[in-house]
């Protein structure tokens, strides 16, 4: 049995609105193990989330796939339709959605919200689900999960609510769990928590997890590999090491370079200069190259290919190229024992 989880090939999604189409992501390859944590990251706008709600087909009306396949554990679902995906919903993937207050009905008890998941996909008697579902919250680690389990949301506090979500989405034992911006809203404690229960999670299930994301902080914690997202193209993936220890791309330079711990050292807080590109119009270069001060005259006129690092890494930047300049890039992050 293969332990390819997910496969993205030339995956491209656009939406069409009043003012144009909008090229949301364009060409993405990927592909996810069993087992592994992979972390798209990136800034708000990239294509990181629809890119994941491509695969569960959850896309608006006004959204199609233009191009490209999606194959979920060896299954080709390109073109399910809504009564396929509903099996697979639950059994096959899930997804954990930023805010757990729009996920969860505020008046069903959380308890009763994740029995009915098990019931969906499970030939179980109710009282067999609800056993299983109080096992859950107290796998995701909910105290006093038989005494919670009639409470509703609002009983909950944020973390709390963020681990019921959760809970939910692993009531099927799913193979692939889409986790988008979940420790966004929480304080750096509640979140450093949910961080280590998606560990745990992993560590417990053998589930694969995409962990959407824009702070490379989490990636570090949590990661095997990191793929950089940028104006709706993957341009740089790797492992977790190599992303942070030795990355090639300059938008990767720019993410890093604006971390706390760099300001640290350097006493300067860094930041990308201008904003990313119409999509309505993506660039006919790089889309990057017009925020990139090390952008060569190529980049305004042709899409640089994936460039072959290691084995597991890939950056998208004619830097890469042979014969191209070398360039000096900013201090970022050093190994411990350099």
Not at 24 to 53: F, N, P, Y
Not at 121 to 139: D, P, R, V
Not at 242 to 252: A, G, N, S, V
Not at 299 to 318: G, R, S
Request: proline share 6%; charged share 25%.
């Amino acid at each position: 049995m293969s332990d390819i989880a997910l496969e993205l090939d030339n995956l491209t999604v656009s939406f069409y609105t009043k003012q144009g189409e909008v090229e949301a992501v364009r060409g993405v390859d990927l592909t996810l193990h069993q087992g592994e944590i992979l972390c798209i990251v990136g800034e708000s706008g990239c294509g990181k989330t629809v890119m994941c709600q491509s695969v569960m087909h959850l896309l608006p009306d006004y959204a199609r796939i233009k191009a490209g396949r999606m194959i979920v554990c060896g299954e080709d679902i390109t073109g399910y339709s809504e009564k396929q995906m509903r099996n697979l919903r639950g059994s096959r993937m899930s997804m954990v959605f930023q805010d757990p207050l729009t996920t969860l009905n505020p008046t069903i008890p959380i308890g009763k919200q994740i029995t009915e998941s098990i019931l969906k996909h499970k030939k179980l008697t109710k009282q067999a689900a609800k056993i299983e579902a109080i096992g859950l919250m107290e796998m995701v680690g909910i105290p006093d999960a038989a005494k919670r389990f009639d409470l509703q949301p609002h009983f909950f506090s944020g973390g709390m609510r963020q681990r019921c979500v959760i809970a939910v989405a692993l009531a099927s034992n799913p193979r692939i769990l889409f986790a988008d911006e979940v420790t966004t809203a929480l304080d750096v404690t509640v979140k450093s928590m949910v961080l280590d229960l998606l560990l745990e999670i992993r560590e417990k299930t053998g589930v694969a997890i995409v962990f959407i994301t824009h702070d490379f902080g989490a990636a570090a914690r949590i990661a095997d590999r990191v793929a950089v997202m940028y104006a709706g193209k993957i341009v740089e993936i790797g492992d977790v090491e190599e992303m942070f220890y030795d990355p090639r791309h300059p938008y990767t330079w720019g993410l890093l370079s604006s971390l706390p711990q760099i300001a640290l050292e350097t006493g300067i807080l860094h930041s990308i200069p201008g904003m990313p590109p119409s999509l309505l119009n993506p660039p006919k270069g790089d889309a990057f190259a017009s925020r990139n001060k090390y952008a060569l005259p190529k980049d305004f006129e042709e899409m640089p290919p994936m460039f072959k690092v290691t084995d597991t890494h890939y950056a998208a930047t004619w830097l890469l190229e042979e014969g191209a300049p070398k360039v000096e890039r900013p201090v970022l992050i050093k190994r411990e024992n350099a």
